[in-house]
């Protein structure tokens, strides 16, 4: 004996033993509220689009504030926009609920760069005096992206034109980091021509690594972080 599974989406019009008239009234139903839901889809398409267009084409300033939130100057009014909280005091978004282009706009500048995110606040380059976006809890000096360092950069120093590797960029100023001998890196005469107020860069020489002795046995240096300049390793060889 076999039975023929019903699909569960059938299921009701079975139960009220409905015949074709039903079942055709169903597929109109269904049809029709296919053609408004595709209607339906493609206004809110639109109006997305739209929204992203003005989003990314309108004149709008946007400025951080200190708390984490964001202004936006627009020339039918000022609104401020909280990006981790996805709000915005508009009324597009406050009455409507809507993803607003100034929330849009917000996402694209810190997406781009051209704005801190929530959590960073605006620093400057100690080496270049370009703006650069720092943690908020971040202290010190700090370096932009041109002139910051990872662990493990090859490394040359301008004064001997030895190779060095980068093992940290402390937050400490060459006047407040302090060697072995308790001097700080700018008393020293070698670091005379670079920045008192620059943080200092730790590095290994690259003649003390060998298979057994990694970057975190080797002993460290404190440089101003300027002398250091990135090294082109494969361009050496
Ligand atoms: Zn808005
Ligand atoms: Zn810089």
Excluded at 79 to 98: F, K, N, Q, W
Aim: glycine share 8%; hydrophobic share 30%; net charge negative.
């Amino acid at each position: 004996m076999t039975h023929e599974r019903i699909p569960p989406a059938s299921a009701p019009v079975d139960e009220r033993g409905g015949g074709d008239a039903d079942r055709a009234r169903d597929r109109r139903d269904r049809g029709d509220r296919e053609v408004s839901d595709r209607a339906r889809d493609a206004a809110d398409a639109d109006r997305e689009d739209g929204r992203s267009e003005r989003a990314k084409r309108e004149p709008m300033t946007v400025r951080p504030l200190r708390d984490r939130r964001y202004v936006v100057e627009t020339e039918g009014g000022t609104y401020v926009v909280a990006l981790d909280a996805g709000t915005c005091s508009c009324p597009d978004h406050e009455i409507r609920g809507e993803r607003c282009k100034h929330l849009r706009r917000v996402a694209i500048e810190v997406t781009e760069g051209r704005l801190p995110a929530p959590d960073e606040r605006v620093g400057v380059c100690a080496v270049c005096g370009v703006e650069t976006f720092v943690p908020f809890a971040a202290s010190g000096p700090r370096l932009c992206a041109r002139h910051g360092f990872e662990r493990g950069d090859a490394v040359s120093d301008r004064e001997t034109g030895e190779l060095l590797v980068v093992t940290r960029v402390t937050d400490r100023r060459a006047d407040e980091y302090r060697t072995d001998e308790g001097r700080a890196i700018e008393a020293y005469p070698t670091n005379a021509a670079y920045g008192a107020h620059e943080p200092v860069v730790e590095a290994v020489y690259a003649e003390s690594l060998g298979p057994a002795h990694g970057i975190d046995d080797a002993r460290r240096y404190g440089f101003p972080a300027s002398r250091l300049v990135p090294v082109d390793v494969d361009r050496e060889e």
